[in-house]
């Protein structure tokens, strides 16, 4: 979760479960295949911090990702009779949010670098409003869910020789969350039998954290043109403060009255997900050809649960690890133009728990992208993106509620841009 001044809007996750990559123009071009050795500017620190050391100049890079996703939720449907039972056929949400970022290095001599930088890893807003009409499961399962991240990076890598950096730095996360769920106005209440879904738990959770991570890097210079590179990012738990409501309302007089069970608690914990990545780099000798790698695993089964200060439990999520594979080409056409493709897999983090608030799938990410040199010290970077993901069948089950069944797919469309100066 994340606010600050520097705004990133959130969207839903363009990977697994609320993962964002979109840490820069230049990585989208290549579907982030060999980002965390490529080092063609200062964004690589969000990647691996040993890197850093592959500059000869001080660096500076920022741009802005803009993510248009569209999340289709069809067969929408339900236990009993209306107004349970299925409402309409099909629904969508829609988003378009800009997610900006900020590098810059330092080289104090041939052997050492600094680094600061402000990106996200994590977010996803999807709200179930009156676009959904009458269906009130989908409203009380789907609610609002949103979740925003801004990584505040500080690194230093040093060069031990010719052939080996390493590099490392602390992560400041700090996030900002919306967690609602609550009876429909149309649930009809009769005056004297409790309704089902008038029983519905009610969360109500508006709040803010801050937590302390770290990261830790390697890259191994086989030659100029062959290069290896080994990060780690250890993401912490952020314990968000705020209003934090949860527990039953019943329903009595045609109208809903919260109980005395329905608690306010300090705050809650959204646990993050750690990751490693091993990426290459290979310029194929006598030409203009580079080919470049990556593959990631991301830690998403630490997200087991959300849960109070006092251990009480909002919501089970039972996620799965998870991984991405990704494989580019770059084409260095002339001394000015740089041309990049990519394509990556990414896995899931939802297991045998799924839902409509977090649509979740395998994906798949076509891309390409340039980037323009001119004056020597300046570059401008394009990136394109389309996310494809897959029909997912949802089922969800709540001991006070009929369950709601639904099929959920999520794509996206991502563009960005990145400027960079070498000095």
């Given at each position: 979760?994340?606010?600050?001044?520097?705004?990133?809007?959130?969207?839903?996750?363009?990977?697994?479960?609320?993962?964002?990559?979109?840490?820069?123009?230049?990585?989208?071009?290549?579907a982030f295949a060999g980002d965390a050795v490529i080092a063609d500017n200062a964004s690589v620190m969000a990647r691996n911090a040993a890197a850093m050391t592959l500059f000869?100049?001080?660096?500076?890079?920022?741009?802005?990702?803009?993510?248009?996703?569209?999340?289709?939720?069809?067969?929408?449907?339900?236990?009993?009779?209306?107004?349970?039972?299925?409402q309409e056929a099909n629904a969508n949400n829609s988003a378009n949010s800009p997610v900006p970022n900020i590098y810059y290095i330092h080289r104090l001599n041939d052997k050492w670098a600094l680094g600061a930088g402000i990106y996200s890893n994590f977010g996803t807003t999807n709200n179930f409003d009156d676009s959904f009409g009458n269906n009130n499961l989908a409203k009380v399962y789907g609610g609002t869910t949103e979740i925003s991240s801004i990584n505040y990076t500080l690194n230093v890598a040093y060069r031990i020789n010719e052939q080996w950096s390493v590099?490392?730095?602390?992560?400041?996360?700090?996030?900002?969350?919306?967690?609602?769920?609550?009876?429909?106005?149309?649930?009809?209440?009769?005056?004297?039998?409790?309704?089902?879904?008038?029983?519905?738990?009610v969360v109500d959770i508006d709040a803010s954290g801050i937590g302390y991570g770290f990261n830790l890097g390697t890259v191994f210079e086989l030659n100029e043109n062959n290069r290896f590179g080994l990060a780690y990012h250890y993401s912490p738990a952020v314990e968000a403060s705020g209003t934090v409501k949860f527990g039953p309302n019943l329903t009595a007089g045609g109208g809903t009255v919260p109980i005395a069970s329905q608690q306010s608690y300090d705050h809650v914990t959204l646990p993050l997900p750690s990751m490693v990545e091993f990426s290459g780099y290979h310029k194929l000798e006598d030409t203009k050809f580079a080919v470049h790698y990556s593959l990631q695993w991301i830690g998403w089964s630490v997200f087991d649960k959300i849960e109070t200060n006092d251990n009480t439990l909002i919501k089970e999520y039972n996620w799965k690890d998870g991984y991405h594979?990704?494989?580019?080409?770059?084409?260095?056409?002339?001394?000015?133009?740089?041309?990049?493709?990519?394509?990556?897999?990414?896995?899931?983090?939802?297991d045998q728990l799924t839902s409509i608030s977090v649509p979740d799938s395998d994906r798949h990410w076509f891309s390409f992208g340039a980037g323009y040199h001119f004056k020597k010290h300046h570059t401008v970077d394009l990136g394109f993106t389309y996310l494809m993901g897959q029909d997912v069948s949802v089922t969800e089950v709540n001991p006070l509620a009929p369950d709601l069944t639904a099929t959920t797919r999520a794509n996206a469309i991502l563009a960005g841009i990145q400027y960079s100066y070498s000095f």
């Open positions: 979760m994340a606010v600050s001044s520097l705004t990133l809007a959130s969207t839903q996750a363009t990977a697994a479960g609320f993962q964002l990559n979109s840490q820069s123009a230049t990585g989208l071009g290549r000869d100049t001080h660096q500076f890079s920022g741009g802005v990702n803009v993510i248009s996703s569209s999340i289709d939720i069809k067969d929408i449907g339900g236990a009993g009779s209306p107004p349970y039972g299925v590099g490392g730095g602390l992560d400041i996360v700090d996030g900002s969350g919306k967690l609602k769920r609550e009876t429909s106005p149309l649930t009809p209440s009769p005056g004297g039998p409790v309704d089902p879904i008038g029983q519905q738990a594979v990704a494989l580019g080409g770059t084409y260095y056409l002339n001394d000015a133009w740089t041309l990049r493709a990519g394509y990556m897999y990414d896995t899931a983090a939802q």
